[in-house]
């Protein structure tokens, strides 16, 4: 498939004078904390350099302060002095050495500014951050908004191609647009008009300072999904005033942080949000970008050609495949690495201070560090065991051009990841499994499906790299070989059906996940999904949010854990509140504390607080976590004499450590290992 949309050039602001893209696909801004010190901006013109490589029509930088109240944190990126917009130059001069085009985004955290100077438009603390605002004074608007105009204005000589303006996301400017966050009296809140009035005077005075050329995209707030937001009409007014004003290009934000709705993360279905933007383009005459969980061109192609958007902005899908543009370009989507959504090497790692990386790719913002140089020796490598270590394991060492055998006991490639991809809302994870299952091909990898190797089959390679993966823990419970009792990986893949009542032992990520597809009802469409989250008609109720309808779950499940903390406390950043209400609003019954006794006819038996139970349940589902399979390394090991073959054996993923076994540690460590061969 071709993508004629997706792919054509398109000139923001005048014809003859504008930015002109080679195509549609805008990387969407995203912080990776490379944004914030000096000594990281070589790593960051080298990310961004590689996506530029990689075809992006232009990126957006993470956001920059446009003064000190406006960081995210504690110095934070901003762009406040001619030095620093000096030194920028040495990513935007990486970027246009590719022939790509590149935006700076300013941005202003308001409330959400992780520190005590924060200030917002009043004083209401957010709910996701500990420091109370203090609120501007009418002079202190009036200056910020000259701050925005200037950092606009030192954007362009950092020789940044465009700007973006975020106005959305629940950033400052959207705390001005709301009534939920602005209850001013002065000339900046106090009715809906009032309230636009500083967004519009930011635009109006970068435009004012900048000229008429330099193509300035708005982030606007099409669905706040926070009580008093904004209504449908407000947002469409605020979007005239904003093009009478200047902008160019109005991009599009759904939700705040601060949201109760998920908007981007795995459970949310692809495309989720595409009908806001086509209500937006169709009231507006600038090109208008579609945002937010668009992860594949075909997706990106679907938009454009349905003339619902005239750009596309993906920013996790470019972590996750800097190649992504050219791959679709040259007719070969089928082996762009799929961002999964699952957030949990990128926001979850931003959200704890850490440096964004990509589960599915952790080559991303470590392209200077982690890289697979062409191998200068012509050696042979084993990788035993297909689950996602063992994939990235192979796939990454025949692209360094080992001559690579992977081997897979079972019939099909992906140990955990095919149970995990069987979870409602994971359904993307097969993606990955797609990606290297067409790599592999591609690479010329011999796969041999079927295969238990024996140390004797390993012998005559140069490295071998166990990738043996895990088992389900089978804990010691009277009456565990209890036809009742079956593994997660059992009712995952189908095999055991289980019946009405279910009681689930393990609360980890699994344990959440089992109970999720055990209550799910795979009938639910988008608008199902929209109304259990209580997405409603902006025209109706302000800000999108209406009363949420209740599930009807398929089972009756209760799940159970030994240690006392919430259940699901261990789960990601930025997802797991949502998998915790999603239990909620399942009827999931979450027992803590509990002490296993016994599995019968009559059921589980249980001892919580004191007293003993019985859980009368159909099926009782093990999700007690894992334990490592290694035996062919030990045999291999055994094998050992200096002179023997293989030469180095090498041990990773879940069959090294399965405690906590996750797939982004897996991915990464069989990246690691093959780069370092
Ligand atoms: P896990 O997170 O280690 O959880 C295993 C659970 O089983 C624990 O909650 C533990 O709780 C319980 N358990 C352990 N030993 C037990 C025993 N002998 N008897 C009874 N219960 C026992 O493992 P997991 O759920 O299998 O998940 C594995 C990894 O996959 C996770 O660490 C995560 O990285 C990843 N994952 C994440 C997600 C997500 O974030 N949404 C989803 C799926 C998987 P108690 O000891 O308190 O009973
Ligand atoms: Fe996408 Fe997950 Fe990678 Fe983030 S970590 S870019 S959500 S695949």
């Given at each position: 498939m071709t993508y004629p949309h997706l792919l054509s050039?398109?000139?923001l602001g005048d014809p003859s004078t504008g930015l002109r893209l080679r195509n549609r696909v805008v990387m969407g801004s995203m912080h990776t904390g490379l944004e914030d010190s000096v000594r990281d901006l070589p790593a960051l013109a080298a990310y961004f350099a590689e996506r530029a490589r990689g075809g992006v029509g232009l990126i957006v930088t993470g956001g920059y302060a446009p003064n000190k109240r406006g960081w995210l944190k504690p110095f934070a990126s901003e762009l406040t002095t001619r030095l620093q917009a000096m030194r920028h130059r040495e990513v935007t001069g990486a970027v246009h050495a590719e022939g790509g085009a590149i935006a700076l985004q300013v941005l202003h955290a308001g409330r959400y500014g992780y520190h005590p100077l924060s200030v917002s438009a009043s004083r209401q603390k957010s709910p996701i951050t500990p420091f109370r605002p203090s609120a501007l004074s009418t002079r202190g608007v009036d200056r910020t908004a000259t701050d925005f105009a200037h950092a606009v204005a030192l954007a362009v000589k950092a020789e940044y191609d465009a700007v973006e303006i975020m106005g959305s996301e629940g950033y400052l400017i959207n705390q001005f647009l709301a009534a939920r966050t602005n209850d001013r009296t002065d000339a900046w809140g106090g009715t809906a008009e009032k309230r636009m009035r500083f967004p519009v005077e930011v635009v109006r005075r970068a435009r004012d300072l900048v000229g008429g050329?330099?193509?300035?995209?708005?982030?606007?707030?099409?669905?706040?999904?926070?009580?008093?937001?904004?209504?449908?009409d407000e947002v469409v007014e605020l979007a005239h005033r904003l093009e009478e004003v200047g902008v160019t290009v109005l991009n599009t934000g759904i939700g705040w942080h601060e949201a109760r709705v998920p908007t981007i993360i795995t459970q949310v279905p692809p495309g989720a949000w595409r009908s806001a933007t086509a209500r937006l383009k169709s009231e507006v005459s600038v090109p208008v970008c579609a945002s937010n969980r668009i992860n594949t061109p075909e997706l990106a192609e679907s938009i454009l050609a349905a003339g619902e958007a005239d750009l596309v902005s993906m920013a996790r899908p470019l972590l996750a495949d800097p190649d992504f543009v050219v791959k679709a370009a040259a007719g070969r989507a089928d082996e762009i690495n799929t961002c999964i959504a699952c957030n949990q090497a990128c926001l979850d790692h931003v959200f704890q201070n850490r440096k964004a990386s990509c589960l599915v790719n952790p080559r991303a913002c470590r392209e200077t560090t982690l890289v697979l140089f062409p191998t200068r020796r012509a050696g042979t490598v084993a990788v035993v065991g297909a689950g996602p270590a063992g994939l990235a394991a192979a796939v990454s060492a025949a692209e360094?051009?080992?001559?690579?055998?992977?081997?897979?006991?079972?019939?099909?490639?992906?140990?955990?990841?095919?149970?995990?991809?069987?979870?409602?809302?994971?359904?993307?994870?097969a993606e990955t499994l797609r990606y290297y299952a067409r790599r592999l091909e591609v690479l010329g990898v011999d796969v041999r499906l079927g295969v238990e190797a024996t140390p004797a089959d390993l012998a005559a390679y140069d490295d071998v790299i166990v990738a043996t993966g895990v088992v389900g823990r089978v804990p010691e419970l009277e009456g565990v070989d209890h036809d009742k009792v079956v593994s997660y990986a059992d009712v995952l893949s189908g095999a055991v059906v289980p019946g009405r009542r279910v009681a689930v032992v393990g609360a980890g990520g699994i344990g959440v996940d089992v109970s999720h597809f055990l209550t799910h009802d795979p009938a639910d469409?988008?608008?199902?999904?929209?109304?259990?989250?209580?997405?409603?008609?902006?025209?109706?109720?302000?800000?999108?949010?209406?009363?949420?309808k209740p599930r009807t779950p398929v089972r009756e499940v209760t799940l159970l854990q030994r240690k006392t903390t919430p259940i699901g406390a261990g789960l990601g950043k930025t997802s797991g509140w949502a998998h915790r209400a999603v239990l909620r609003?399942?009827?999931?019954?979450?027992?803590?504390?509990?002490?296993?006794?016994?599995?019968?006819?009559?059921?589980?038996?249980?001892?919580?607080?004191?007293?003993?139970?019985?859980?009368?349940?159909?099926?009782?589902v093990l999700c007690a976590g894992q334990e490592s399979v290694r035996c062919v390394y030990d045999q291999v090991l055994v094998l050992?004499?200096?002179?023997?073959?293989?030469?180095?054996?090498?041990?990773?993923?879940?069959?090294?450590?399965?405690?906590?076994?996750?797939?982004?540690?897996?991915?990464?460590?069989?990246?690691?290992?093959?780069?370092?061969l």
């Open positions: 050039p398109i000139t050329d330099l193509p300035i995209v708005y982030r606007i707030s099409l669905l706040d999904l926070v009580e008093g937001g904004q209504t449908w360094r051009g080992f001559a690579v055998t992977l081997f897979e006991k079972s019939d099909a490639l992906g140990g955990q990841f095919r149970l995990a991809m069987r979870v409602p809302g994971k359904e993307d994870f469409t988008l608008d199902d999904w929209m109304a259990h989250w209580g997405v409603g008609d902006p025209s109706l109720h302000p800000g999108g949010l209406t009363e949420r609003q399942s009827g999931v019954v979450q027992l803590n504390g509990v002490t296993y006794e016994r599995v019968d006819d009559d059921g589980l038996h249980i001892t919580v607080d004191g007293e003993s139970r019985v859980l009368d349940v159909d099926h009782v050992g004499s200096p002179d023997a073959t293989p030469r180095r054996a090498h041990l990773i993923g879940g069959a090294d450590v399965a405690a906590e076994l996750d797939a982004k540690r897996a991915i990464e460590q069989g990246t690691r290992v093959a780069a370092a």
